[in-house]
């Protein structure tokens, strides 16, 4: 399985942006997708996740409301779009898959590079 996260940037606080993360997988539509992030001299932590075909979507509290995850089976794709962005809200956003997944990063076997997210105040 490999992972390829893009669309990270540059963006004010207040504004929005999305991330996506393409996969190479026979079943992508059979894994758990999940979104992480990880500040500068922080742990990585969960964001958010999707389940099988849509089935059913998580949220950390710290975005709920801000940021909706979502994914295209046919495509192979899993989206963040984050919106009413923070200052707080920078840090490397990774895409991760796992047949089961769950928030933490060790529930994820399958991780892509990272892509930037950085809120200017």
């Known amino acids: 399985v490999q992972l390829q996260a893009s669309g990270g940037g540059l963006v004010q606080a207040g504004g929005s942006l999305r991330v996506s993360c393409a996969a190479s997988?026979?079943?992508?539509?059979?894994?758990?997708m999940g979104w992480f992030r990880q500040a500068p001299g922080k742990e990585r932590e969960f964001v958010a996740s999707?389940?099988?075909?849509?089935?059913?979507?998580s949220y950390s509290d710290s975005v709920k409301g801000r940021f909706t995850i979502s994914r295209d089976d046919a495509k192979k794709m899993v989206y963040l779009q984050l919106n009413s962005l923070k200052p707080e809200d920078t840090a490397v956003y990774y895409c991760?898959?796992?047949?089961?997944?769950?928030?933490?990063?060790?529930?994820?076997?399958?991780w892509g590079q990272g892509t930037l997210v950085t809120v200017s105040s």
């Open positions: 991760a898959a796992d047949e089961s997944g769950g928030s933490s990063p060790a529930f994820f076997r399958y």
């Open positions: 997988v026979r079943t992508f539509s059979e894994h758990v």
């Open positions: 999707i389940g099988w075909r849509s089935s059913s979507t």
